[in-house]
DNA sequence: CGTCGCCTTGAGCCAGCTCAAATATTGTGG
DNA sequence: CCACAATATTTGAGCTGGCTCAAGGCGACG
């Protein structure tokens, strides 16, 4: 993403952790010690199918991955979105078989764990393990928040709310720089993600470039005006749970 | 509701758990062994406010409680409805602030849970902690198939599928009979569940009776015919997680 | 330099909305 | 047990945000 320096698993999985809560030395000494075995994903496939049962993590390295659903009659729903330092699937570790799909909306780099060392961690590592499950906890969060948007927001709001999601959560992992954030979604995706048709998220998105608050290019959003844009989300970042309520972000205070 | 024998909050509680996972010997007499503080919630009351740091967990002894969040012009979103044997703000536990509210749906009793038995569960139980993790992990599939009941899915597949899920539910802690289960809400709390107007509820809820789905009587729904409602919401409740795929369930298999 | 995926635009339509008022139903105090 | 208030349900009518269908443009990539 943009970048010359590529971080590794560990390093996105310490900074994630480490964005909703304190690591102690010997976590960071865990987490570094972490031997993951590095796998890339084409944009458009799985890395963990409904109805299968994973024998292991993934953490994501680059990229985003995306969860879903299909229906009956082939619309699709993403529940969420899934940024580098993230490990979407980890809820494997406790619930036998996925019941929704896993998949890279972008090329991803993945570091996959063996479910055997994360349960090695939490009964070696409480305090850790109590970081894991807020971690999961903090993912409830950001559902709740998702199913306000689709259900209560009108189509712009609730693209504006997803964006500012993204950009604080971008940011959180050092990901974000100058009001610029990747984004490397299609407005396909992005309407799957928000419950709206793709030509209404077009339509919307003109609309919003038009009043010079949000821009496209090359992949990249550029956030012309996040005062402007988080009023319209009417966005309260208080449910990603970020550490010092999120203080320590430079661009997209929330 | 509608029961001469009021089971106790831990006898709900292990009801609950025993429904997704098993219990061992040692962790039925830990919530044998269980000392809460019954407490009566009327209808409507709040029962953990957002933005408030709660020092204990509720067990839902009986009632129906839900989670929401109010938007700035007033609009409600509902995100879950709680049963017996629920433990709705476990959460609290790792996060420190509530980012929704918590309120009985229905007049509610309650069983609270120091923060501080919770710990020591987990510290000396890690059975059992796996599968408090378990159920937490669960309450995101359930969040995240509201997503999609809320983003895809039109309104009477929405409103249907929503029964269905509790439903279920209700059985699997031994509060559905007969095709028939406790249904305390109003068409605003169901609206406010599905993202819809009261107004349109109540047409399609007209249209479920007028069908012979489902009638509603006295606080209660009568579904008369499962597998109409079941096709109707598209229903596949492998999202709930329930042990062996909810086989145990006697009238609303899953 | 063709082709494939994505974005854009136009046009017509409808599911679900709002507003408003009538009619149950439930709860309360006397 | 009744009267009255408050809450919930129902109905009608008109409107609109967002949908679908269909076609055209435009990059990117082999």
């Given at each position: 993403m943009h970048m010359l320096y590529q971080p590794s698993g560990a390093q996105m999985l310490a900074r994630k952790l480490s964005g909703i809560g304190n690591l102690l030395p010997e976590d960071e000494a865990a987490i570094a010690a972490l031997d993951m075995t590095v796998m890339n994903v084409a944009a458009g496939h799985l890395i963990a199918e409904e109805g299968s049962s994973p024998r292991h993590c993934c953490v994501i390295i680059a990229g985003l991955a995306c969860r879903y659903k299909i229906l009956v009659d082939g619309k699709r729903q993403i529940m969420s979105f899934h940024t580098p330092?993230?490990?979407?699937?980890?809820?494997s570790l406790h619930v036998d078989v996925m019941d929704h799909s896993l998949a890279a909306a972008t090329p991803c780099q993945l570091g996959l764990v063996p479910h055997s060392i994360f349960r090695q961690w939490v009964r070696r590592h409480p305090h850790l393990a109590n970081l894991l499950w807020r971690d999961t906890l903090i993912d409830g969060s950001m559902f709740r928040e998702w199913i306000v948007n689709v259900g209560r927001r009108p189509g712009p709001r609730r693209i504006c709310h997803l964006l500012c999601e993204l950009a604080v959560r971008l940011e959180n992992v050092g990901l974000a720089e100058a009001g610029r954030i990747p984004f490397p979604l299609t407005q396909s995706d992005l309407s799957d993600a928000v419950g709206l048709s793709v030509v209404h998220v077009n339509r919307v998105l003109q609309d919003l470039k038009s009043q010079n608050i949000v821009l496209f290019h090359n992949k990249e959003a550029v956030i012309a005006d996040w005062p402007k844009l988080r009023a319209m989300a009417q966005f309260d970042g208080a449910y990603l749970h970020l550490k010092d309520g999120g203080r320590q972000l430079r661009h997209f205070k929330i």
């Open positions: 330092g993230d490990f979407p699937d980890f809820y």
